[in-house]
């Protein structure tokens, strides 16, 4: 089903994903007359009030949680800033010491980066070329003075699915640390009950689930105390101050219903199996970054030696399709990606690296048309190139 412009071609959905028709229609009545306060006592308010908590129901169903442990938040970022600095306060005097990956999220890592300031012991763990953990690694870690462990379940970049439930039983056994996992990749896409992957907390947002953009969740188990990142008024049960975004949280309720019901998992796959299959038939010198398989379910990231990302990117976007050089949150920074400098991609492999991320509302003749494109584009840089270092043009 097209919902874009007929003439584009969306494959950055690891950025964002268009908000679904149904979503959108589930939100409008918020938006108009139904605008009440949900902490007011009145009708207006007590209807609003209703609807945040139908919202909070189906999105701890997705979760297999209980609705009193999901709390609202205004993005993934808030929701992994307050899972690590309030775990950090809550527990500082049972100790000052966090484990994540150095292929976090940026927030993460500038989280754990500001409370290093703060006097916290940080270890970031390193990751093999496909971008795994090792196992042993953490275990090696933990120590007495270990409060949280973070790591990301699926890699926004290259993809890299990491055993979360195997890594959250690791802490648990060896340490009385919590574990946090960054899951806002994940819903629709894989295994996302929190019970299965036995984590403590969990971050999701909406607007990587075709919801809307500005309302995320974290999910915290009962027995987890942390210190609240926002205070104020004490709503969400004083766990984050702040009037309730009940429009935006009644279309991520409706997000995380339509996640459930329609599982992409296999669609996806095959749509990535296929756009690998054919740009490596097609075009020479291309490296595939992260596994090959599993990996996060319509997520490919490639590298097209001697052809600068950007460049891929902007001649793309004069096509119609719409791709990326790495995480959208950083891609004013002409730098390479610290996932990639993670995985020991070399500064060519790094430079010349393109994501393209594949969702509900494309097809495969999206693939078809994303292949054509590129075998064009990376040709004729190429020969740009080619002319270049022969001296050809711009001596």
């Known amino acids: 089903m097209k919902i874009l412009d007929v003439d584009r071609i969306y494959a950055d959905n690891n950025a964002t994903t268009p908000v679904d028709p ?7 009545p918020y938006l108009e007359d139904r605008f009440g306060n949900p902490n007011s006592l009145h009708t207006t308010g007590r209807e609003a009030r209703k609807a945040v908590e139908e919202a909070r129901q189906k999105v701890a169903e997705m979760l297999n949680c209980k609705a009193k442990e ?6 993934a970022t808030e929701s992994n800033n307050h899972a690590i600095k309030g775990t950090a306060f809550a527990r500082k005097n049972e100790g ?3 484990i994540t990956s150095k292929i976090e999220h940026k927030c993460v890592l500038e989280a754990c980066g500001w409370l290093e300031e703060q006097g916290f012991e940080i270890t970031y763990l390193d990751v093999d070329k496909e971008g795994y953990l090792s196992v042993e690694d953490i275990e090696e870690e933990l120590r ?5 462990v973070s790591i990301m379940m699926a890699n926004n970049e290259v993809g890299t699915i990491q055993p979360i439930n195997k890594l959250a039983r690791i802490v648990h056994e ?6 946090h996992t960054d899951m806002a990749q994940c819903p629709g ?9 036995g984590v403590d907390m969990a971050t999701i947002n909406a607007h990587k689930m075709y919801g809307p953009k500005g309302i995320g969740a974290l999910y915290k188990g009962q027995d987890v105390e942390i210190d609240p990142l926002l205070h104020g008024g004490g709503q969400e049960e004083g766990e984050r101050s702040g009037t309730e975004n009940v429009p935006y949280i009644v279309g991520f309720g409706k997000a995380c219903e339509l996640a459930q019901k ?3 998992k296999d669609r996806l796959e095959k749509m990535h199996q296929k756009f690998v299959e054919d740009v490596c038939a097609r075009i020479e010198k291309v490296v595939i970054n992260g596994p090959l398989s599993p990996r996060l379910p319509g997520n490919t990231n490639m590298s097209f030696i001697g052809v600068e990302g950007e460049a891929l990117v902007l001649r793309l976007d004069n096509h119609g399709i719409d791709v990326a050089t790495g995480s959208a949150c950083s891609s004013d920074e002409l730098k390479a990606s610290h996932v990639l400098e993670a995985l020991d991609k070399g500064p060519e492999v790094a430079h010349s690296s393109l994501r393209i991320s594949f969702g509900r509302f494309n097809t495969m003749d999206d693939v078809d048309a994303v292949v054509e494109a590129l ?7 190429r020969s740009i190139t080619a002319m270049d270092e022969k001296g050809k043009i711009g001596d």
């Open 22 to 28: 149904k979503v959108k229609m589930e939100m409008l």
């Open 70 to 75: 999901i709390i609202f938040t205004s993005s």
């Open 96 to 98: 000052k010491h966090i």
């Open 144 to 148: 007495e003075d270990t409060v949280l």
């Open 174 to 179: 060896k340490s009385n640390a919590y574990f």
């Open 189 to 197: 896409k894989m295994d996302v009950d929190v019970e299965n992957l």
């Open 262 to 264: 329609n599982q992409e």
């Open 375 to 381: 075998e064009k584009e990376v040709d004729d840089l």
